[in-house]
């Protein structure tokens, strides 16, 4: 018996899943709580939803981004990684076969999220709402409809995951799991800034670099029958690709990041800003990890010593499991308000005051 598909590699994959999807849950939990996104605020006049309302919007949003760096990356592998000749290679078969069931996990965590938000919106509990309700919430707001066009690219691969055999299908595949990727992008944060184009390109960008990035590298870790030359030879091109696709979510984040500020100052007086900057630390872990692994752990795979890429990369899948946890609580982070300038504002009579402290 090989070592990957040993119980104990078996039991250490499950271990790792279990451990980034801990980590995640955790960091996304703290970073809703640091950046003020975890205190149901009452005004009054305006309802606030209940404690469970405001908590499952975030925890369905990071099940449905796990699905997808999971849905991703598995075909990822199979199309690029491990890509078989006129027929999928073993483990792209069974990549493939995985990013059914992810497909499935996304589909219905998006789905999930439709009553879950329109309660969220009008700031009421769940006895409130209707499926008559659901359905208008579909067709007169626009992230509704997002989350129905994810839910129906989600279940097509789904659907077809279960019968693809050729690469030609997986390929087919790959830019439907990547297309439902964007479609959240139209509703963050980005829609509302002043660069509209600018800030929703970045973010379409951002997450299909994260995903693709984040993705393959948990492919790897799960492949139970990639081994030997074939393990070393799919490494290897992921990590060529690594590089471009560290400098793509570089380039993108630091784009959002332009659109999100108005002063230098709001990165460190604001929950934001102070979330950004945490992200930003990971990221900068995630990139000193991949030039480690460069420099020692694809050495020793090419010398038949797997344990060094093994426990390396099992840091950094759990280092991206933090990441993509601190993404889910930056998105329900306040962004911070514009700065509005004194004289202007006198001028139009606008009490200066008024913007941030209308804000949340």
């Known amino acids: 018996m090989d070592e990957s598909s040993s119980p104990p590699a078996t039991v250490r994959r499950g271990l790792l899943v279990l451990g980034s999807a801990l980590v995640a849950i955790a960091v996304c939990a703290l970073t809703l709580w640091a950046g003020g996104a975890a205190a149901v605020v009452s005004v009054p006049g305006i309802p606030a939803p209940p404690a469970v309302v405001a908590w499952l919007v975030p925890a369905l ?6 699905s997808a760096v999971l849905t991703v990356g598995c075909l990822f592998g199979a199309v690029v990684l491990v890509p078989g000749d006129t027929v999928l290679s073993t483990a792209g078969y069974r990549w493939v076969r995985l990013a059914g069931w992810g497909a499935v996990a996304w589909g219905l965590a998006s789905l999930a999220s439709l009553p879950v938000l329109l309660a969220d919106f009008l700031g009421t509990g769940f006895s409130a709402i209707s499926l008559r309700s659901v359905w208008s919430f579909v067709e007169s707001v626009e992230q509704g409809r997002d989350l129905v066009v994810v839910a129906a690219l989600a279940a097509v691969v789904a659907i077809f995951a279960r019968t693809v055999w050729r690469p030609a299908g997986a390929r087919v595949l790959l830019l439907v799991a990547l297309a439902a990727t964007v479609p959240p992008a139209f509703t963050s944060h980005s829609a509302d800034e002043a660069d509209h184009d600018l800030a929703v390109t970045a973010v379409a960008v951002h997450v299909l670099g994260v995903v693709l990035w ?13 081994t030997g030359p074939a393990r070393t030879t799919a ?17 993108s984040g630091a784009a959002t990041a332009f659109t999100r500020f108005s002063s ?12 950004l900057l945490a992200k930003i630390v990971a990221f900068v872990g995630l990139l000193a990890l991949a030039a480690w692994h460069r420099r020692r752990a694809l050495p020793a795979l090419r010398a038949g010593q797997p344990r060094a890429f093994l426990r390396l990369a099992g840091v950094e899948v759990v280092l991206f499991a933090a990441t993509i946890g601190l993404a889910v609580g930056l998105a329900r982070t306040p962004t911070p308000p514009p700065v509005v300038d004194a004289t202007a504002a006198a001028a139009e009579q606008v009490p200066v005051s008024y913007g941030s402290d209308a804000v949340l």
């Open 264 to 275: 230098l100052d709001q990165v460190v007086d604001t929950g934001y800003g102070i979330v």
């Open 214 to 226: 984040a993705g393959g590298l948990l492919a790897l870790m799960l492949a139970a029958r990639l």
């Open 235 to 251: 490494v290897e091109r992921f990590s060529r690709l690594a590089a471009p696709l560290a400098v793509v979510v570089a380039g």
């Open 61 to 66: 949003r990071l099940i449905a981004d796990a």
